[in-house]
């Protein structure tokens, strides 16, 4: 009882409407199951290209295509360097304007020493590597990377 | 048999690339939230413990030199084992040989047995460990109900499991002498 009613809470749709979106999975899961049950019994060309229809291939060919993360954490990190500046300047500025408002002068110094750190923070992360482990990072988000143990 | 092997190391090979992969990504993420979080501290948003940056920014680091730690901790259990990153090019699925499975005794048998799904514990346990360091972040920030022996546990038996061809023999020794 008390697990059909947690069923009910953590269901999308009210509990009146259960039924039907039980139905609605089952009839969008079916195909889905069809159809890479196919693919995966014809060895399809992407699992071929891949080096193979094997799932090592299939992961080789999906790692050595995929993107670059480097860049993707660094326009992250970028952006809220920028945001964090913006707010540092304007935090020393408002401080000035009216000492005794929300706005400390210790706010805008800490924002723009994180916005340093975010605009470097490979470096903090390369320099941290070789704190922890006595060698650079090896981790390095290039879009083809293996870890090989022998 | 052969099949189950196979399908065996070729999950062992999937696991051992995701593996820089969430490695860069949580550890990037990582640094970059502990900033974040260091900007939000003195803001007096949030209800992070002071110290959960650090931890954070540690982490990371040790997530960017993930086979560094995984060299230290075998090392530390006297394994011979060295683990490494390196660039992906090709992959060529293993074919066991029968030939070699099949030993003078059971024990020999069985060591073969464990020294064919090898790749599998290798990379097995190298996820156990990494999980290990991610669970290790989520409870300093208090996001996790558990107490710090469950991530001790999962890093030593993690390295454990990366080494089965090291404990079996020694193991087994033990049982027959």
């Known amino acids: 009882m008390l697990y059909t009613k947690r069923r009910e809470k953590l269901s999308l749709f009210p509990s009146g409407e259960n039924q039907v979106s039980t139905t609605l999975i089952k009839q969008t899961l079916k195909p889905v199951a069809i159809v890479l049950s196919i693919a995966a019994i014809s060895q ?94 090896t981790a390095t988000g290039a879009n083809s990377q293996v870890l090989t143990i022998q | ?58 982490i990371g680091s040790a997530l960017f030199s993930f086979d560094q730690v995984l060299n230290a901790a075998n090392a530390t259990l006297g394994s011979s084992h060295t683990a490494s990153m390196s660039g992906l090019t090709s992959y060529t699925a293993d074919n066991v040989d029968p030939s070699n499975i099949v030993g003078i005794t059971p024990q020999e048998t069985w060591l073969n047995v464990i020294t064919l799904f090898d790749p599998f514990f290798w990379a097995y346990g190298s996820a156990i460990v990494l999980w290990s360091l991610l669970e290790a972040k989520g409870q300093a920030q208090g996001h996790r109900r558990h107490s710090p022996s469950r991530i001790i546990v999962h890093f030593v038996f993690g390295v454990i499991l990366l080494n089965t061809d090291v404990i079996a023999p020694a193991i087994m020794s033990h049982f027959s002498s």
Not at chain 1, 55 to 72: E, F, I, N, Y
Not at chain 2, 15 to 42: E, K, N, Q, V
């Open chain 1, 44 to 137: 399809s060309a992407l699992a071929d290209a891949g080096g193979g229809n094997t799932l090592g291939g299939m992961a080789t060919r999906v790692s050595t295509d995929s993107l670059q993360w480097g860049s993707l954490f660094t326009t992250i990190a970028y952006l809220l360097a920028s945001c964090l500046v913006i707010a540092g300047l304007f935090a020393i500025y408002s401080h000035t304007r009216n000492p005794n408002g929300q706005w400390k002068t210790h706010h805008g110094a800490v924002a723009l020493l994180v916005a340093g750190g975010l605009f470097a923070w490979n470096l903090i992360g390369g320099f941290g590597s070789q704190t922890v482990a006595g060698a650079a990072a």
């Open chain 2, 1 to 58: 048999m052969q099949g189950f092997v196979n399908l065996a190391v070729d999950i062992g090979h999937v696991i051992l690339i995701m593996i820089p992969l969430i490695c860069y990504l949580a550890g990037s993420g990582f640094i970059i939230g502990s900033l974040w979080s260091i900007y939000r501290i003195t803001r007096g948003h949030g209800r992070e413990r002071p110290w959960t940056p650090i931890v954070g920014i540690f």
